[in-house]
């Protein structure tokens, strides 16, 4: 090769590499533009194209873990992180973002040691420093988090949020009395700092200070006009001051800002009830029973709603559901009987009224009257089941919502969805008609259509069959795996979606479907996992789920 055809090929080589180079800075730009506009999806295709290409940069990985955790995938988020700070282990920022996503899977030790990497390379970030006592907190080591926060006081005196975590910890062991000059100290040097006034909101609660926690609350709300446990705590207060009004504004206000609020709706129940808006009641026990069906304590709300207004056999329905749990529940079995005896079925009131009279023989029976004014000032807490406490307002934790410090602060897209597994896929390769009316003859029978349908072991023995005869399609292990899924074999469904996944590493149904199988056989890490691969092959409605299950309460 002459020197002048060598030179002409280093050229061609160095502007085929120059090129590429440009590419890949332009992809991570695009993708960088759409995070800071809050286009997350966007951003992971561009970033998704650039790992692709060049996996050996820490910034795409530490980009795409940022828009995965502004999507509620936490567990795809601190994977990406993990890949950023494995190529590039001298970067703070990189332990904080997979610390706050470890904080969000409430895996506080693996935080803290994000955290302590971090403090070691910049140990003068308050925010590092902050979140780490704040996680020892949450693992119960107070003395060291104390000690911690004490550091954060004497280094940074003007930052507020030390002095209500140190507040916090007092609260955890009962002292309310140094919590509170933890507070005081805290609004001295931020007055406007939103969670000092309803942390002594909260004080002033549990001391059945009313009105002062009423006060209290109205200066957090000023604040912080759109906090929903704010207006739900005031609305409480109100209650025990006798400001019904106030109160019943307070609930409407919260379920504006969050229509699913099951506190707002149970609670706002009662209060109508109280009132006697009870058909209006009824529809808050209905929203409460969509959420939560077992609920007992608000069945037993709505059968009582039910019978004031005349819907007897509604009522007897759910007076039913109470008795079964509770056989020795007398209120139940008094307002049943009343209800049978009305519907005209006098033998099954009798039988309810022998119930009772042969256990209580000095019982008075009858229909119990609404609130009085020292019912109405009894609260219990949401996980308490005791029946005869049905009237009784809910509260919920008093712990107040800790808030970390994080350029990271968790804004994501609320798309409503549902939890439910993606449909088979078309069947091809045989006869196109047999595939469709095997597919359709399932779905016919989910649908309780079953007049002339095979049974679904015969729909799922058609599929055996084909898969024997081609086994390298993963269509076939894929359809094979969401109708045994239906059915409620997860296990079986998860090789044969596993098998699908070794033939097509790039179908992202396969691992939407496994991540839904993983959730529903209680194995939530795995789930979540293969819900975040999905959405990164680009079936987004995963991370509308996986927000949605991030947002119940934690297994």
Not at 199 to 228: F, Y
Not at 399 to 427: A, H
Request: aromatic share 10%.
């Amino acid at each position: 090769m002459t020197c002048r055809a060598a030179g002409m090929l280093l050229l061609c080589i160095c502007s085929v590499s120059g090129h590429a180079q440009f590419n890949t800075d332009r992809l991570i730009s695009s993708g960088r533009i759409a995070l800071y506009y809050e286009d997350y999806v966007l951003s992971i295709q561009y970033l998704s194209q650039v790992i692709m290409l060049k996996p050996h940069l820490y910034e795409p990985w530490q980009l795409r873990s940022a828009a995965k955790f502004y999507l509620d995938d936490y567990s795809g988020a601190e994977q990406d992180a993990t890949e950023a700070i494995k190529l590039n282990p001298y970067i703070a920022s990189l332990y904080d973002l997979r610390g706050i996503c470890r904080i969000r899977q409430k895996e506080y030790d693996a935080a803290i040691e994000d955290y302590t990497n971090a403090i070691r390379l910049d140990p003068n970030s308050r925010n590092y420093w902050f979140n780490r006592a704040v996680c020892r907190i949450e693992e119960k080591d107070y003395k060291r988090a104390a000690n911690e926060l004490d550091t954060l006081i004497r280094k940074w005196s003007t930052f507020p949020d030390p002095y209500n975590a140190m507040a916090e910890i007092c609260l955890l062991e009962k002292d309310t009395t140094k919590a509170d000059e933890w507070l005081g100290r805290s609004a001295n040097v931020d007055p406007y700092n939103v969670n000092t006034w309803s942390m002594r909101a909260g004080i002033a609660m549990s001391r059945k200070q009313w009105e002062g926690a009423d006060s209290l609350l109205t200066r957090a709300i000023q604040l912080k006009p759109r906090s929903v446990n704010n207006y739900v705590n005031r609305a409480l207060a109100r209650c025990n001051i006798n400001n019904l009004r106030g109160a019943m504004s307070d609930y409407d206000i919260a379920l504006d800002i969050d229509p699913n609020n099951f506190l707002a709706h149970y609670n706002r129940g009662l209060l109508r009830q109280q009132v006697g808006d009870d058909n209006r009641a009824i529809e808050d026990f209905n929203y409460v029973l969509k959420i939560e069906p077992e609920n007992i304590m608000a069945i037993f709300n709505r059968a009582c709603l039910l019978d004031q207004t005349g819907d007897l056999r509604g009522a007897v329905r759910d007076y039913s559901k109470v008795i079964e749990q509770f056989p020795n529940f007398w209120t139940g079995l008094s307002r049943r009987a009343s209800c049978y005896r009305r519907l005209g079925m006098t033998a099954n009131a009798e039988k309810d009224e022998f119930r009772i009279l042969k256990a209580q023989m000095d019982k008075h029976l009858g229909v119990q009257p609404r609130w009085s004014k020292g019912k109405l000032q009894e609260v219990r807490k949401k996980n308490d089941i005791d029946p005869n406490k049905y009237q009784q307002l809910v509260v919920d934790d008093q712990t107040p919502e800790r808030e970390y410090q994080s350029e990271y602060r968790g804004k994501v897209q609320n798309r409503k969805v549902s939890i439910d597994f993606l449909p088979e896929q078309p069947i091809t390769g045989f006869d196109p008609d047999d595939g469709k009316s095997m597919l359709q003859n399932y779905a016919d029978i989910t649908a309780g259509k079953t007049q002339g349908m095979k049974a679904p072991q015969q729909t799922v023995s058609d599929l055996n069959g084909m898969i024997s005869k081609t086994p390298g399609k993963a269509g076939l292990y894929y359809t094979r795996g969401t109708l045994l899924a239906k059915q409620g074999d997860y296990s079986d469904a998860i090789a044969d979606f596993t098998q699908a996944l070794v033939i097509d590493p790039l179908m992202p149904e396969a691992y939407f479907n496994r991540g839904l199988a993983y959730i529903f056989s209680g194995e939530k890490k795995k789930g979540l996992q293969d819900l975040s691969k999905a959405g990164e092959l680009g079936l987004y409605s995963a991370y509308s789920v996986m927000k949605k299950l991030n947002s119940e309460k934690k297994n």
